[in-house]
């Protein structure tokens, strides 16, 4: 028998809901529904968890020896962190809050980057200088590849994910990887000590932060030539794009400063005072506030980008070495 007319609009207010229900169930969830602050403190051995809405602590997490390159997987439900001592990656589940897998590497794994699909996480594995491919998918290491520059620190991935840049600390340079080659093509002579990177968003231009030189090196990616140096402060460290790519921040780990550096004209506009022995930074997804691990402070410095200020340090575990929002 169908219903009368009368009664069809009834009986959808009634379906509309349990139909939400099945959708809803069927649908995979977000870890959290807003952006966390994860901070690696390598002598604690724990990642500290800010909740970005309130700047305030929700929890911690024990992550391995002594914590320090982090990276998230794009559905925000795990991250792989190094884990130094113990030559290892370990896989964090976010929502379980603990360690549920760890894959060896080579000694002194560092900084951890992950593809733009999500599909690769990189490792620069210092003692064995290469960097480490790790199929997300199976969370098992698919190939590594060896660089020419000694002791890697960081590597970085271009927004296309065609190239891999690799600091190389021993070396002054940029080790350029061909992802789909996979193997190094380029290696670019810059300042002593190259430690942090990060790409424009339109993949453009690179810019290095050179520790021992106390300068950043803008590169350009079409060629992987020096475009300009940036006179920065002493020991700079750390380095973050805005999400507009108009500006670029730098730590200067001696100084006890954040630098604002307009892109594309590459001027200092700005330098803010935070705590003892600034290293790597994170920025929100809308540029509104970036965070900065202060190593000597035990603390991350919350700064407002558009005012170029302190809104606030909060306290985190010992030694913290940088910073991942998601």
Not at 112 to 121: H, K, L, R, T
Not at 146 to 154: A, I, L, V
Not at 160 to 177: M, Q
Not at 198 to 207: C, E, L, M, N, V
Request: with cysteine; proline share 6%; hydrophobic share 40%.
């Amino acid at each position: 028998m169908r219903p009368d007319p009368f009664y069809r609009p009834l009986l959808m207010n009634r379906l509309l809901p349990l139909l939400l229900v099945v959708l809803l169930a069927g649908a995979p969830l977000r870890a959290h529904a807003d952006p966390f602050a994860y901070v690696p403190n390598e002598k604690s051995g724990t990642l500290t968890l800010i909740d970005v809405a309130s700047d305030q602590v929700a929890g911690e997490i024990r992550a391995g020896t002594k914590p320090r390159g982090l990276v998230a997987s794009n559905d925000g439900r795990t991250l792989y962190v190094s884990d130094q001592p113990n030559n290892a990656l370990l896989i964090v589940d976010v929502a379980q809050r603990r360690t549920i897998g760890r894959i060896d590497l080579g000694e002194s794994p560092e900084g951890v980057g992950i593809s733009p699909d999500g599909i690769w996480a990189v490792v620069a594995v210092e003692l064995t200088n290469s960097v480490s491919f790790v199929d997300t998918r199976t969370n098992v290491i698919a190939f590594s590849i060896k660089t020419e520059g000694k002791n890697p620190e960081h590597a970085v991935f271009s927004p296309d994910g065609r190239w891999l840049y690799v600091s190389a600390e021993e070396a002054d340079s940029v080790d350029v990887i061909d992802v789909s080659q996979r193997k190094q093509v380029r290696s670019i002579k810059v300042g002593a000590r190259p430690r942090g990177m990060a790409f424009t968003p339109d993949g453009k231009r690179a810019y290095v932060a050179c520790e021992l030189a106390d300068t950043v090196y803008a590169i350009d990616v079409s060629s992987h030539k020096v475009l300009a140096t940036i006179r920065a402060g002493t020991r700079v460290n750390g380095v973050t794009m805005h999400p507009s790519g108009r500006a670029v921040y730098v730590s200067n780990g001696g100084d006890g400063t954040v630098m604002a550096i307009s892109v594309p004209e590459d001027k200092v506009t700005a330098t803010i005072a935070v705590g003892k022995r600034p290293w790597n930074m994170a920025i929100t997804p809308d540029g509104a506030k970036l965070y900065v691990a202060n190593g000597r402070s035990n603390s991350v410095s919350v700064i407002d980008t558009a005012r170029a200020s302190v809104l606030r340090e909060i306290p985190v575990g010992e030694l913290p070495w940088g910073v991942l929002v998601r």
